[in-house]
């Protein structure tokens, strides 16, 4: 089969190649991105006027091209060749008329064109979204209550929680600058209706707006019967679905450690941790990862003696080991015993406690705790839902794997958030979501954000996006840092929160940022302009010369950039001779 070029369609000037999305020898269907351009007004994909094998690339990383000229060579796969198509500012891409499979019709209790597994943020989300693009949508759910993990026992309520702490921690703080409030008095059952009424409120407004969009929902167990059906075990019976296509959504699970008594309610996962049942004397968290943490920094405002033993080497694995330093460090100051590289063996519960073993260069003194959570990571629900009835493939660990359509190796049944893979977070997942429905009602739709930003809502926060340090030591990828510490900063000087500071990483040749660390009061906020600045390629000057409102934390991000380029006036760095 004789091999056919393909060419620039018209970009209205000239681009250079950013990022090539598929390599020699892949194949490719018709319209799926090629490469990336950037030119000085936009970035932009350019698809494949024809589908077939890739055989050669004509054009590498940095070149400069325009209209007519040769990308690649295609062998084609028999269809006709369309004249090249102009691409569309990234995220691309919708067709003039996307089309959606049709509802299928027989012999089930449902029909509908597609069928979305799983409430959380993913799940719903891709709901919503399908049926505003006019697909007609079911939703099944095992729990009442819509919005899965993050909406009822996850993001929301260990944010109302964390807020509570906060405040806590904060009054104790004023003190030190002459507003002395005493000790906080501490009502447990108005804290938790707090946090279930912050859970309650969104949870109803989900259900609402499902009922809104006549997205239909259907409470029950969801397993695949066949490609096409789900049958579905609900409080009157099983019930069955016939879907043109499918969302897969069911999340993720704690996982359970064998050497727990997990039987004894003492013994917390987060779910539990989150219910607030009392307030332990001694608290052992086991796993210092963020929701290890987040919990410690919450029974720790309570009142609990917190312990924290954590089995690598430093708090929060996957942070700068700088940007967790201020958070370790005032954990310390307020009691919170810390202890890295330490394992536990074993714990065994007691009449009057639960006692713990434990292993490494530094053990806590104490074994005995009133409760102990363990917060060691999550498992993907991939493996409970019979998937290989309908042919999606299933790995052992229960994630699915997924395209950047987020489609499945089965190609009308997709999959999203914590069970396609990591970061397990509910920003990710609400993104594929969206990639997935709109992929499924017919639109041209793929991944295409390069970061995803990452959040501790601990005291400080800590966040992070794109390439960290550690990575790219390990990876030898090259960066230069420009570091601003909120010691000079007026805002973080006014708020008392001085332990802070923004880092900003940039390629030494294009000047671009590539990352970002920031620890301190609201850098979970922070982080998002660092992360739009890493989508749109700003360089360290774009930062800088964008004028931020004075005084506040965020000026903080352009006076990193300003440190990297050597323009700060508010910090004195002496000349390198
Ligand atoms: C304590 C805690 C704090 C967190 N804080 C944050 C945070 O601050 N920010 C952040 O981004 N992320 C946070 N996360 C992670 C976040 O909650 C998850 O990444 C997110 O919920 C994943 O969304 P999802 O749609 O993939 O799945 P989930 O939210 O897990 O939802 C899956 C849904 O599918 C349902 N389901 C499963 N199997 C079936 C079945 N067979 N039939 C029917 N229904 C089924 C489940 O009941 C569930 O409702 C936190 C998690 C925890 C545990």
Not at 35 to 50: G, H, I, N, Q
Not at 139 to 152: D, H, I
Not at 200 to 218: E, F
Not at 241 to 253: E, Y
Request: glycine share 10%; charged share 20%.
């Amino acid at each position: 089969m004789a091999a056919i070029e393909l060419k620039v369609p018209d970009i209205g000037g000239s681009a250079a190649v950013i990022e090539l999305l598929v390599k020699e020898g892949d194949t490719v269907a018709s319209n799926q991105g090629l490469l990336t351009l950037e030119s000085d007004k936009a970035t932009m994909e350019v698809p494949a006027s024809a589908g077939g094998v890739l055989k050669q690339w004509k054009v590498k990383l940095g070149d400069t091209l325009s209209e007519g000229d040769v990308i690649a060579l295609l062998e084609a796969a028999g269809e006709p060749v369309a004249a090249p198509v102009a691409p569309a500012a990234a995220p691309a891409i919708s067709t003039p008329e996307p089309k959606a499979a049709p509802a299928p019709k027989g012999d089930a209790n449902h029909h509908c064109q597609l069928v979305v597994i799983g409430s959380g943020p993913g799940g719903y989300t891709a709901a919503f979204r399908a049926a505003d693009l006019g697909m007609d949508v079911i939703l099944v759910e095992r729990y009442a209550q819509l919005g899965g993990v993050c909406l009822n026992v996850g993001c929301i309520p260990s944010k109302a929680l964390l807020h509570a702490a906060n405040v806590i921690e904060e009054v104790k703080h004023v003190a030190d600058i002459g507003l002395d409030f005493g000790a906080a008095k501490i009502d447990l059952d108005k804290l938790r209706a707090h946090k279930e009424k912050t859970v309650g409120t969104l949870s109803k407004g989900i259900a609402g707006m499902a009922k809104q969009r006549k997205v239909r929902t259907v409470t029950g167990v969801a397993e695949f019967a066949s490609a096409n059906r789900l049958s579905v075990t609900t409080a009157n019976g099983v019930e069955t679905i016939d879907f043109a296509q499918g969302i897969i959504a069911a999340g993720s699970q704690p996982v359970k450690l064998p050497a727990f008594p997990w039987d004894d309610p003492r013994v917390m996962d987060s779910t539990d941790a989150l219910m607030l049942a009392d307030v332990p004397k001694r608290l052992l968290v086991v796993g210092g990862g963020i929701i290890g943490l987040e919990m410690a920094c919450v029974y720790s405002a309570l009142g609990s003696a917190v312990t924290v033993v954590e089995f690598m080497e430093q708090l929060m694995p996957g942070a700068d080991p700088d940007l967790v330093k201020p958070l370790q460090n005032l954990l310390k100051k307020r009691g919170v015993a810390i202890h890295t590289s330490c394992k536990v063996l074993k714990v065994t519960a007691g009449k009057k406690a639960l006692t713990a073993e434990f292993d490494g260069a530094s053990v806590p003194e104490g074994k005995d705790y009133e409760r102990v959570l363990v917060s060691v990571g999550r498992s993907p629900n991939g493996g409970k839902l019979k998937a290989e009835n309908a042919g999606v493939q299933v790995s052992e660990r229960g994630f699915i794997a997924v395209d950047k359509q987020m489609r499945t190796n089965v190609p009308h049944i997709f999959a999203i958030g914590d069970l396609v893979g990591q970061p397990m977070l509910a920003h990710k997942a609400t993104h594929e979501a969206k990639v997935a429905a709109e992929v499924a009602a017919g639109h041209k739709r793929q991944w295409v954000a390069r970061v995803i930003p990452s959040v501790a809502y601990t005291d400080p926060e800590i966040a992070w996006v794109g390439l960290t340090e550690t990575e790219a030591k390990a990876k030898s990828i090259a960066y230069e840092v420009g570091k601003f510490p909120w010691a000079a900063s007026g805002r973080a000087i006014g708020i008392g929160r001085t332990e802070g500071f923004t880092k900003l990483l940039f390629d030494p040749a294009t000047h671009r940022v590539i990352g970002a660390g920031i620890v301190g009061s609201h850098a979970g906020d922070l982080i998002a302009e660092v992360a739009l600045a890493i989508e749109m390629g700003c360089e360290a000057a774009d930062i800088g010369h964008t004028i931020h409102p004075h005084p506040t934390l965020s000026e903080t991000v352009a006076m990193a950039a300003e440190v990297f380029d050597g323009s700060i006036t508010d910090l004195y760095i002496p000349k390198k001779k």
